[in-house]
């Protein structure tokens, strides 16, 4: 079992950065492969972003490729989103989350444990 803390999120102006962060408490972070989703009020959980177990793959939407870059450390179990760009659109509560797939699925049903999310809001 893992526990997923996110921390990171706030008010930011269009074209501006943020950084979240996902601490995962235990020892098996490096068993769970990783990923962020967003989800804004009356629409379903949408994926952002995934990474493998030793961040040998990563996977993005399209609407954020380019923009976004996920990681891992895994030494501080750790995950990271760098958001660059960041539009009116971004604007939403983020969720990193654990799957013991070793795929990296893109529907939320796909995963196994879900931090509390964190508020991330961009203003034009």
């Known amino acids: 079992q893992v526990q997923l803390v996110e921390s990171g999120g706030g008010l930011v102006q269009a074209g501006g950065s943020l950084r979240l962060s996902c601490a995962a408490s235990?020892?098996?972070?490096?068993?769970?492969?990783m990923a962020w989703f967003r989800q804004v009020p009356g629409k379903a959980r949408e994926f952002v972003a995934g990474i493998t177990r030793y961040s040998a793959s990563t996977y993005y939407a399209d609407s954020v490729k380019g923009r976004f870059t996920i990681s891992r450390d895994n030494a501080k179990n750790t995950l990271y989103l760098q958001m660059n760009s960041l539009n009116p659109e971004d604007t939403a509560v983020y969720y990193c989350?654990?799957?013991?797939?070793?795929?990296?699925?893109?529907?939320?049903?796909?995963?196994?444990?879900w931090g509390q999310g964190t508020q991330v809001t961009v203003s034009s």
């Open positions: 235990g020892r098996t972070f490096v068993t769970y492969a």
């Open positions: 989350a654990a799957t013991s797939n070793s795929r990296i699925p893109r529907i939320s049903s796909g995963y196994d444990y």
